[in-house]
């Protein structure tokens, strides 16, 4: 078992128990000590358990996927290697559509100093983008979100349908052989206007998101034009992304 798939299967367990012991561990993902522990530190940093005497247990403040603060401190690395190549995909004078969620707040930093008409409906990205003196900000309407700081419902769909895009650069909460999905089926609803509108669709996700299918369907893998992840992702997820002919960039 490779590594990339080592660390999904452990980040499974650990959200579906509190505590599991090194032996049940190592048989689980079929590997030797030192590389079980290898694989625990790691996600130890990543927050999503803490290692301790004879085995490890979930942390307290794992994965949130509600919860857009906590995310932004996730994978906060990656996410900024990705931001600036996913940046790097938007022209001067485009309309792009900046989805919510924590990896696209930090595209719509790279982006702020770029002459561009953005339309969101994320907050936290308005607040990016308030002074930016050469972006004209357009706001959806819709129902506010405090924990994803996001307006989203009938409202923010109809604003989204009555537009069209250049570029929809967009989060994902897992990506799969049967497509995108996500946690909140409101963000799926303004997401899927959003995919409908834009002329060129970015997915932006960290390796993370990977092998994990959230719980409500956004959309196939061939409604993405370009994704963009980083250079932890695993070999076999490029080849099924590859196969489909959509771009990968891994920042």
Not at 108 to 121: D, F, G, K
Not at 182 to 189: M, T
């Amino acid at each position: 078992m490779k590594a990339a798939e080592r660390r999904l299967e452990l980040r499974g367990i650990f959200e579906r128990q509190e505590f599991a012991d090194l032996a049940a561990l190592r048989k689980r993902v079929r590997a030797s000590e030192s590389t079980l522990r290898r694989d625990l530190m790691a996600l130890e940093l990543e927050g999503v358990l803490k290692r301790v005497h004879g085995g490890a247990l979930a942390s307290p403040e794992r994965e949130q996927p509600y919860d857009f603060n906590w995310q932004s401190g996730r994978m906060a690395e990656a996410k900024a290697r990705i931001a600036r190549a996913a940046a790097a995909l938007v022209e001067d004078g485009q309309v792009v559509i900046l989805d919510g969620g924590s990896t696209v707040a930090a595209v719509a930093r790279e982006l702020a100093s770029r002459s561009l008409h953005v339309l969101t409906n994320s907050l936290p990205i308005a607040e990016l983008l308030q002074h930016a003196r050469q972006v004209e900000l357009t706001l959806t309407g819709g129902t506010f979100d405090p924990r994803l700081g996001a307006l989203l419902g009938p409202l923010a769909e109809h604003s989204l349908g009555a537009v069209a895009a250049d570029v929809l650069v967009a989060g994902t909460g897992g990506v799969t052989e049967s497509g995108f999905t996500n946690n909140n089926a409101l963000v799926v609803g303004s997401e899927r206007k959003m995919i409908e509108v834009a002329r060129r669709v970015v997915i932006v996700a960290d390796h993370t998101k990977f092998g994990r299918a959230a719980m409500f369907p956004l959309a196939p893998l061939d409604a993405a034009h370009v994704v963009v992840s980083d250079a932890g992702l695993d070999s076999r997820y490029e080849d099924m992304l590859r196969a489909r002919g959509i771009r990968l960039i891994l920042a």
